[in-house]
């Protein structure tokens, strides 16, 4: 009954932006962490970065400094701002979210994921 929707991927040449945007809907009664992983052609999928309800972020270590996570907890969606972009971000995105359903259960939802290339 919780959905994310993802927007924001696309095709990008190196040392350019993109925005990506994930919101949650449904039966939520609140979100203790959202984040975005990655998954390359033919490598394990990897956390980029998260940020648990009290603002606090971590990344990878090979974003840090260029890629910046925030939240819209009044609106139960995560961002993700990616700068300088680099070949080797190239992969399929997916936000993810441990959602608190109830008082008593919780519900981790991902979402269908979303396609960057960084390509000339």
């Known amino acids: 009954q919780v959905q994310l929707v993802e927007s924001g991927g696309g095709l990008v040449q190196p040392g350019g932006s993109l925005r990506l945007s994930c919101a949650a809907s449904g039966s939520i009664f609140s979100i203790n962490t959202m984040g975005w992983y990655r998954q390359a052609a033919g490598k394990e999928r990897e956390l980029v970065a998260g940020?648990?309800?009290?603002?606090?972020?971590n990344y990878a270590d090979s974003v840090k400094g260029r890629f910046t996570i925030s939240r819209d907890n009044a609106e139960n969606t995560v961002y993700l701002q990616m700068n300088s972009l680099k070949p080797e971000d190239t992969a399929v995105y997916y936000c993810n979210a441990l959602v608190v359903v109830t008082t008593r259960s919780t519900l981790d939802v991902w979402g269908q994921g979303t396609l960057v290339t960084v390509s000339s």
């Open positions: 940020i648990i309800s009290g603002g606090i972020a």
